[in-house]
């Protein structure tokens, strides 16, 4: 009878200890399967991030394969084999792929095999010398690009004064005082801008200011490109005079104050060839003529300048990546492979 009731009491637990067994399984099976998504959501994770590193790259070559044709396309214009080519065909002869490049900020289209390239070449001769523009050209550029009042004022006097040896500062204007007055605090240039992005160090200079951007022409009621302080003035070119044969159409707008008809007039009559001088000009562009009394003495032609701002957009084919690069390059048949290189953005900023 013992033997027995020990036997029963063995089996009353069974059915406990099954239980207890299937909730352990049970968690087991829940603690697998978080561990089994964790680890799938971790492999996915590294997929993209791999595979955005991927697309980063290529979107990358191609930016730089962009820049490396705009420099062909430069020192083609020096190359005689090249021109002499050019010179004998017409221009509805020329294939559109062998039509010269036009360094005045126009887009043109690469196709490659992993993406699109768009690419905009500015010449330096096109844009207005920061270091030696007079302030009254430089009060009526900054007012061309929608500054008005004491927000006009206080960019003109704080150019002026960063330039300037002394720290004197305009009324206005802003010295080492200012600067050094500034959270991340720093000192005045008082001298010459090195490079163009310096402008973002001086007072009133936003990147809005700066870099420009797409805004509404509440008039025609259309998008616009508003051009910024980047596209107007250079460190390169020889003063105040701009090359009519490239500068883009906005600065022919803002520089010189040339309306928009007229300036579109232009960037069409100089596609078949450059403007040769005043009398050219006037020639093709009858409409020029009632402004020429004004800027005739801010228009240069030809212009040797061989100082050039590439600008490379690369768009991953298929996908969301999208890559930007910047250079400014000498064209000099004297150094090797034709040119040198003088600043490289290797990240462009779009405002």
């Known amino acids: 009878m013992k033997v027995f009731a020990e036997s029963s009491e063995i089996f009353s637990l069974r059915p406990h200890s099954r239980g207890v067994a299937l909730i352990m399984v049970l968690w087991v099976i829940a603690i697998l399967s978080v561990l089994a998504l964790e680890f799938s959501f971790a492999m996915r994770t590294e997929v993209h991030i791999a595979t955005n590193y991927k697309e980063e790259v290529q979107c990358y070559a191609i930016a730089e394969g962009g820049v490396q044709r705009a420099i062909a396309e ?103 005082e200012y600067y050094q007055s500034l959270k991340e605090p720093y000192y005045c240039k008082n001298g010459n801008l090195d490079s163009i992005e310096e402008l973002l160090l001086v007072r009133g200079i936003t990147p809005d200011l700066f870099y420009g951007k797409k805004g509404i022409d509440i008039a025609e009621e259309e998008s616009v490109d508003r051009i910024g302080l980047k596209d107007v003035f250079t460190i390169y070119s020889f003063g105040e005079q701009v090359d009519i044969n490239s500068a883009a159409p906005l600065v022919l707008n803002s520089v010189l104050g040339i309306p928009k008809d007229v300036s579109q007039l232009i960037v069409k009559a100089r596609e078949e060839k450059g403007f040769e001088n005043q009398q050219d000009l006037l020639q093709r562009v009858p409409e020029l003529a009632p402004f020429m009394g004004e800027i005739g003495r801010l228009i240069l032609f030809r212009s040797t300048l061989p100082y050039y701002t590439i600008e490379s957009r690369a768009k991953f084919k298929g996908g969301k990546t999208i890559r930007g690069l910047k250079t400014i390059v000498k064209i000099d048949l004297r150094e090797k492979g034709g040119y040198k290189t003088i600043q490289w953005v290797d990240r462009l900023i779009d405002w």
């Open 74 to 176: 430069l020192i083609y214009k020096l190359d005689p084999r090249i021109q002499q080519m050019r010179r004998t065909l017409k221009p509805e002869e020329t294939p559109p792929d062998q039509k010269e490049w036009i360094p005045d900020g126009r887009p043109y289209p690469l196709l490659f095999e992993l993406g699109t390239c768009e690419i905009r070449i500015m010449s330096e001769a096109g844009k207005v010398n920061i270091n030696v523009v007079s302030e009254s050209m430089l009060r009526k550029i900054i007012g061309q690009l929608g500054l008005e009042g004491e927000t006009k004022d206080v960019v003109v006097d704080s150019v002026l004064d960063w330039r300037d040896p002394d720290d004197l500062y305009r009324l206005n204007g802003a010295e080492n």
